[in-house]
């Protein structure tokens, strides 16, 4: 039976009886593995250097199912969550997570980072990338603070879940969760695509205005002069979807950003989350380069960048914790007054990908102590079963393996042994279905969650395009007789 996520990871599954999932397919009981990709006529958005790509690394994979599983996942986001329009004369994308049909700032960056490396020869997603980036300025115009937002601005919620929540609900808003995250990747998609193409044509007065908004933001919520206006409230019998007084746990202001909510949608136990505070200060460079090279903004830059040096400096005063068998490593939330906590979630940010997301390099030795420290027992959200170790997180719960954390081991990793660990056990976790999914069963893969996720889908394939490019001897196995 397929596990019951919660709320925002579950729009579809809410009207639906849990149906079970058929054990997963082997490659040698099916002689041709037949694409789950919709029919030609039937894809939201096609791309030929996409199709190209699918083509070229499929060539340097020996494993049928593997195979497979590239082909169907690596163009899903194109495949089933892409809507395009226009604005004002302009192009406009409005790209969903999957089974959920609103648009979330984190979860569309991701979905489109995989393709970035196709983008500069290919006019599609040239409007694809334009689009987005433009409606994540109008999303963060429209409240920054808010994670998740309507095809339609004038709509108001079509999430039953957030109907009722105690909070400033605007038209055009799905979800006001305030999640640091939300707003780095506004800014990471836009800086990774101008570098991936040159093109700063997405880059006009709304974006520069948006990017101002941001910084205001993040300094808002630094909380130097009260808690800011944001306050969010939700009747839950789960205690990660509501917040103390609508704000939090009591923090010392030390210059780190707050934030009410995890990556995953959960409340934050304290209110100053890592990971996302480097994510912010990687980001805010990042914005700084935009500000000078194409906004021509050197006030915006220095800001970002003064901004950036406080964060980082509160984190390595405040943001590290030892163990207790004496590792020193970053902690994933603190209050401030000394309190820490030490878990990783598998949504990203995490500590786990820190190194993915450019934070740190992979050699960073504190980086890497706390890599090591949350793929164990240290981490009372890391699970080994008898199907798949990895990390989970209290969104799904207890055993529950997400094959995200999977993913973001190997794409951190030099390691042959680990990469080929991770192919392999994807390969094996599916349940059949040639799609990744948020989360299964430590000890049984047919247990799952979201047969339709479109941000881990394009993660693996990102993953496998990684290896192509990087280690195409580890294509060039068979697994099925490994």
């Not at 190209?52 to 599983?69: F, G, M, T, Y």
């Not at 004002?88 to 999957?98: L, P």
């Not at 999640?179 to 044509?201: F, N, P």
Request: aromatic share 10%.
């Amino acid at each position: 039976m397929q596990v019951a996520p919660l709320p925002r990871r579950s729009f579809l599954a809410a009207a639906a009886a849990l149906a079970l999932v058929p054990r997963r397919l082997h490659a040698q009981e099916v002689a041709v593995f037949k694409s789950n990709r919709p029919a030609s006529a039937a894809r939201k958005f096609v791309s030929k250097a996409v199709e190209r790509e699918i083509d070229r690394v499929s060539a340097l994979i020996a494993d049928p199912e593997l195979k497979w599983l590239f082909g169907n996942c690596f163009p899903n986001t194109l495949d089933t969550t892409v809507f395009m329009g226009t604005v004002d004369g302009k192009d406009d994308a409005f790209v969903i997570t999957g089974d959920i049909p609103c648009l979330w700032l984190r979860d569309s960056a991701a979905q489109m980072r995989p393709y970035l490396h196709l983008a500069a020869g290919d006019e599609a997603l040239t409007s694809l990338y334009r689009g987005l980036i433009r409606r994540h300025a109008r999303c963060v115009l429209i409240d920054p603070y808010a994670n998740a937002f309507m095809k339609d601005p004038a709509d108001r919620t079509a999430l039953f879940w957030s109907r009722t929540d105690k909070t400033e609900m605007k038209p055009g808003v799905a979800e006001r969760k305030w999640e640091v995250d939300s707003l780095c990747y506004v800014l990471r998609l836009a800086h990774d695509y101008w570098q991936a193409t040159g093109d700063i044509e997405p880059f006009d007065d709304t974006w520069a205005k948006a990017a101002r908004t941001i910084v205001a933001t993040f300094k808002e919520q630094q909380r130097k002069d009260g808690p800011g206006p944001y306050r969010f409230q939700r009747q839950s019998t789960q205690p990660t979807e509501t917040t103390l007084a609508g704000i939090g746990v009591p923090t010392r202001k030390t210059g780190l950003i707050h934030s009410a909510f995890r990556p995953s949608d959960d409340a934050c136990t304290y209110p100053c989350n890592i990971p996302g505070n480097l994510f912010a200060v990687a980001t805010l460079r990042e914005l700084a380069e935009i500000a000078r090279a194409v906004l021509r903004d050197d006030v915006l830059a220095d800001d970002a960048l003064a901004l950036a040096a406080e964060v980082e400096a509160a984190v390595m005063a405040h943001g590290t914790m030892v163990l207790p068998d004496g590792r020193q490593v970053f902690a994933y939330e603190t209050d401030g007054y000394g309190n820490h906590l030490f878990i990783d979630d598998a949504n990203v940010p995490s500590l786990l990908g820190l190194a993915y997301l450019r934070c740190f390099p992979a050699s960073y030795p504190l980086w890497r102590a706390t890599a090591d420290a949350v793929w164990s027992e240290a981490n009372p959200w890391f699970f080994k079963g008898m199907a798949a170790e990895g990390i989970g997180g209290p969104h799904i719960g207890e055993g529950q393996v997400w094959p995200m954390s999977i993913i973001l081991r190997a794409l951190s990793s030099d390691d042959d042994a680990v990469i080929t660990w991770s192919l392999k056990t994807l390969r094996a976790t599916h349940a059949g279905k040639g799609f990744m999914h948020e989360a299964f069963d430590k000890d049984d893969p047919a247990k799952f969650t979201r047969e339709w996720f479109a941000w881990v889908n394009g993660l693996f394939g990102e993953l496998v395009v990684k290896v192509a490019n990087e280690r195409p001897h580890l294509l060039a196995v068979d697994y099925s007789a490994v």
